[in-house]
């Protein structure tokens, strides 16, 4: 179970259907939408592209961190130990630190807690679920999972905090967190 569940914290659930969302959007002729769905297609765009920020940059670092590292993962432990270090080896070996996919959910996570801030609940068991999949699997320690997923959680909030700062699907606070704008709506409204 835990083989097939580690796949829906892959990066390419999240990235592939935002690329291809910005795509759309700048293939659509806006100037032919009625004010409504001109709306609903620039949220549309907003969330994908804080969806290509949080997942793609916080992806793009955990890789170059990952391999900075070079941490030896749980399959090779008889070989090198628990703290066996191996920076800038390129060798898949040793990337076990920080995981890539537990950071992916870290963003997703993150994504969720700013967009729907009363579910958090819901959100963390589900993405905390999916990202421990990859200690059930032998791909990384219980650390790894852990650094990765906080990693991919604080780069969602960031860029949250930059998305408020320019008017993006949040709107900055007095505290400095970013709250999101009530004109933000996935689905269009009942008239």
Request: glycine share 10%; proline share 5%.
């Given at each position: 179970?835990?083989?097939?569940?580690?796949?829906?914290?892959?990066?390419?659930?999240?990235?592939?259907?935002?690329?291809?969302?910005?795509?759309?959007?700048?293939?659509?002729?806006?100037?032919?939408?009625?004010?409504?769905?001109?709306?609903?297609?620039?949220?549309?765009?907003?969330?994908?592209?804080?969806?290509?920020?949080?997942?793609?940059?916080?992806?793009?670092?955990?890789?170059?961190?990952?391999?900075?590292?070079?941490?030896?993962?749980?399959?090779?432990?008889?070989?090198?130990?628990?703290?066996?270090?191996?920076?800038?080896?390129?060798?898949?070996?040793?990337?076990?630190?920080?995981?890539?996919?537990?950071?992916?959910?870290?963003?997703?996570?993150?994504?969720?807690?700013?967009?729907?801030?009363?579910?958090?609940?819901?959100?963390?068991?589900?993405?905390?679920?999916l990202a421990s999949t990859r200690v059930f699997v032998g791909a990384h320690y219980p650390s790894d999972t852990v650094a990765g997923f906080g990693l991919g959680c604080a780069f969602a909030l960031a860029c949250g905090l930059v998305f408020a700062r320019l008017g993006f699907?949040?709107?900055?606070?007095?505290?400095?967190?970013?709250?999101?704008?009530?004109?933000?709506?996935?689905?269009?409204?009942?008239?």
């Amino acid at each position: 179970m835990a083989e097939f569940l580690t796949q829906f914290a892959l990066g390419g659930w999240y990235l592939i259907p935002s690329a291809l969302l910005l795509v759309g959007a700048n293939l659509t002729d806006w100037r032919s939408l009625s004010r409504r769905s001109r709306m609903l297609v620039y949220n549309w765009t907003c969330l994908a592209f804080l969806v290509l920020s949080a997942v793609g940059l916080s992806g793009l670092l955990v890789n170059v961190l990952k391999y900075a590292i070079g941490r030896a993962r749980p399959l090779y432990f008889q070989d090198f130990g628990v703290l066996a270090l191996h920076p800038f080896a390129f060798d898949a070996r040793f990337a076990g630190f920080p995981s890539g996919h537990a950071t992916t959910m870290g963003a997703v996570f993150g994504v969720l807690l700013l967009l729907f801030p009363r579910r958090w609940y819901i959100a963390l068991v589900i993405t905390a679920c999916l990202a421990s999949t990859r200690v059930f699997v032998g791909a990384h320690y219980p650390s790894d999972t852990v650094a990765g997923f906080g990693l991919g959680c604080a780069f969602a909030l960031a860029c949250g905090l930059v998305f408020a700062r320019l008017g993006f699907i949040f709107r900055p606070t007095p505290s400095g967190l970013p709250v999101r704008k009530a004109s933000f709506r996935l689905i269009a409204p009942d008239r």
